[in-house]
């Protein structure tokens, strides 16, 4: 990967959580709330963020709330870390205007989803991912999620459009770890084009295991300092530390399962905010519509699995 | 459903063609080709037009070109028969955002689906529809199309929305017809709440006996006067004609199985747009990237159809 | 097809349940109920059975039980209608064995899934129902049901399978009934080789209306008069009368949405064993283990769906 | 997890392949293929074996072949390692009917799916393993594998089904390693009553991270001697030995994408087979009906695969 900016390192590698959207009672941005969500990130030494990714509820947001979110990000981070941008949209056109906007803000590098909502084909989606290069002059991550888009980017495909410098890396997020680990092999045969994150908070240690150069983890946003501990410990080999860090945020990613009547960001998403509001970084745990926020037992559950962890609750 | 303009019938039912979006070389709106289809559609007499829907390539248009595409239909339909506006989006607050542009520009109702991208539970989805219909303030039609937004949208929902008054119709591109089948009877032991119009140009025959109010055909771009030579004979209860014309218009449709190497709507709506372009109504196939037009074999085949089956071709 | 048996039509075509089997309580064949329940059907005047289908329950049952029920049937239908026989297994070595022990038992013809549990390609598929035609040597009927094997045979491969003589006819339960009405379109274009049945006993008006040959409706076990009035309205070209049996079946089938807590079979042909065992033609509404048996609000609301259309129960 | 027989040691755990079953060119069992595969892995240390499951090629095979599959692995293994016999079919009855004849033949413990082919939910599920578990007497292992029964086990259900001493183990080929991870945690939290077994070939090392106890690797049919040095380094707490064994799979793992126009079994299976029949292994890479063996480019493609991993290939 080229240089992303003045401020970053040659190749983005390490934890780049992908950066939850606090929002007021009301639904706006809730920007007090987002400087403590950023410094509590900067904090624990993440190497990068993903600012409008599905955690970031991108798919919620009409293109002047994207707008406001990515320029307070820009300007709280002040190019401490990379920033790269969601441009998350349906078809080419659209996610262009989205790069758009997103290069007069001034980001690091783009991450863009296959096509949705209409059927595409791999003719299609490989016109897809040209496009938003040619437009977008940056670091480009193609984000593999297809419980969000309902298809499966082909590692051959994601290799060959690496070696061509069309695409820059990978986000995983297809819970297809087999499919991750093939993705390795032929990165690396192919000379490693691709920068390869896991967005799987649950399995970083194998991944790393299996040659990932980094994560993207959602629960991230809860325990950054745990994510960076994890990666220094796998970048020196130290496997009994890299275990040993995951089986204590694989207890915290219980969080997400205590919600009860909800699926989705509105349980996953959800649960990273509630678990934000009790320590005390975010001043509510307000979700946008349709979605509606945890409360009641849903919120004692996973205050109850904080505490049994020993993370600090003010509420 | 209330009256939907000063223009509109009481109630819309009948012929309520998707229509397609005309594209110059170049991607944009081709005007004239757009005032050529709309005659095509009026002159055959549809009882309304459904503009920006899945046909019309909505997903693919960012909002500028969304706006132009629903300010020309309105211009030039001027008021002969009702607008449906697509308001087709991820999730409610963009969808929120299309109804207040599309009021402004002026039309007669909604047709809006289930959000999607990030998944959603039925407590968002009906707090969706509910925040749509409170700033429509215009018939709301729910759009059930699971290929698209990966969950159908259950009967039983859809009946206590139409009594609450939430929505006014369905159109339902479920694909599933036994589902059909139970929409229309719960429809009518609710005392019929919801105009019901089936999407499939398929199976409007059986659609009409079944109990549907009208349809909504893709193919009905192609051929809009068979599909309402074939609602008419079915509000006369003359199921012979309503047959006749349903083989005949089945056979038609076999022009989107035509092209080889091509998927969703690249193959189908490019099938409508290169019979179209072959009848000389429009004056390209193109289609919005990342698809390409169909070319070569594939227009071929579709020519071949059309002409075997009488139709006039000009190319 | 070819004469199925001394005692059948030339051409299997009209109504053809697919018949329950009916258990005692300690989950053994119940031949004085099935005595009575083929006697229902023959009363009402259909024109085939279909034994040991999904409906009856033949997924659950080993070698065994299958013959017993298949030789029972034979016996007591002694020839009055043909005999269908599902010789439904994973893969095609399995199959086969169940052909050879039926043709000793005595059937007029075979009902066939594409293979399933192993992921098989249309290679395979091809093979399978060659290899089953080969053994057979009778009447052979392609059974496409997607909710059980997890792929939908195509209406191109059935219709040059149906060409060349290798199938007879398919038993349509797909739920598609776009690529129904295209099935029945190539099959005409083919010179009608294909018999084609649709198993959706909610859609059945407009299966004929686009050119079914009959249907196979699980809820005929418990209203087989009603089908074959549709049927013969259907022949007749009465399509107000084939609307007004589809509406009266149509309310019956709400009996499969009472069942609360169940899913598949275990709602819908326990609605259908209860609705019977409520009428008074079964003794229980046993389910094959691991299911059970419907029991009290359960059977409760269906006994008001029946008693609300003026079926009479004695339970 | 009981003592399995006088011969096995008191826990099963480490590497347990899924054993191949070699076929003479028409299909039978061929015996002294057989003989040298079992010796393959026997000499290579293997822990236990798993007869009859996918890799075996279970779902292909009537009752008789799989006795005789089971028999002669029960006569050639002769109590050196413990066997595990799949009991795989449609629904209970049909699968205690098998556990009941491999009781007679002798096995140490029984490895079962979710029913499928007709849709159960929980209810069903779970009295389907309760149902194996009286019958059976001996360790039970809940199969995972939803691309064949279309249906995941959660892991909520597999932990409280152990704590009950229903099952006393997993053998996951969910491709899901985020499930694995929580299934992972909430046995530990629960005890361990469940030995967890990865059936993902490519993620062993992973899974060995994130405390499994050991794999049933389809691949480990042709380097089982890979396999269980990766699991004694697993259990030294060696994990750059872990990491390059591994690595060194993954690559020749390659093997199962060569075949062009296949899938499933007849891609995988086959190139395990062809793998092993290019060794001098087995004398044939036949498969089972309807599946064809790989021949001409499929096979020359993985010869190369083998031979520039330095495996000695004989034709």
Redesign the interface.
């Known amino acids: 990967m080229a240089d992303v900016s003045t401020t970053a390192p040659a190749t983005l590698r390490g934890v780049v959580p992908p950066l939850l959207t606090p929002l007021t009672p009301t ?1 706006e941005l809730d920007v007090p709330s987002f400087e403590r969500l950023i410094a509590h990130h900067l904090d624990a030494g993440v190497d990068g963020l993903f600012v409008l990714g ?1 955690s970031g ?1 991108v ?5 002047e ?1 994207r707008d406001q979110v990515l320029r307070e990000a820009v300007r709280i981070v002040a190019g401490r870390v990379p920033i790269l941008a969601g441009v ?7 996610v262009l ?1 989205h790069v758009r906007r997103a290069l007069e803000i001034g980001v690091d590098g783009f991450v863009a989803t296959a ?7 791999p ?3 490989e ?2 991912f040209r ?1 938003i290069n040619e437009a977008a002059g940056l670091p480009l991550f193609a984000y593999d999620i297809p ?4 298809l499966k980017l082909g590692a051959d495909l994601l290799v060959r459009l690496g070696a061509e410098g069309i695409i820059d890396g990978v986000k995983d997020s297809s ?4 499919s991750f ?2 993705l ?2 032929l990165n690396k045969l192919a000379g490693s084009p691709l920068t390869l994150l896991t967005g ?1 908070e ?2 970083v ?3 790393y ?3 990932a150069d980094g994560a993207v983890p959602g629960l991230g946003n809860v325990d950054p300092a745990g994510y960076v501990r994890m990666d220094r410990a796998a970048q020196a ?1 130290d ?2 530390t ?2 040993k860090e ?2 204590r945020l ?2 915290l ?2 969080i997400v ?1 205590q919600p009860v ?6 349980a996953g998403v959800g649960a990273f905010k509630t678990a934000l509001w009790l320590m005390g970084i975010l001043d509510t745990n307000t979700m ?5 926020a945890l409360e009641g037992e849903n919120v004692d559950r996973i205050r109850t699995v904080l505490t049994a962890l020993g993370v600090d609750v003010v509420r």
């Open positions: 639904g599905s509820e798919a919620f947001f009409e293109d709330m998350i949209d349906t078809q080419t056109r659209r205007a096509p949705f909502y209409a059927i595409t084909g003719e299609e989606i016109a897809h496009a419980v969000c888009v309902h819970g297809d770890d087999v680990r093939r390795v092999s799987h649950m399995v240690d194998g991944s295991l299996a040659g080999g496997w009994s890299v275990q995951q089986d694989a207890a990613f219980e399962f009547g909800k699926v989705g960001p509105a946008s519509a349709p979605m509606t």
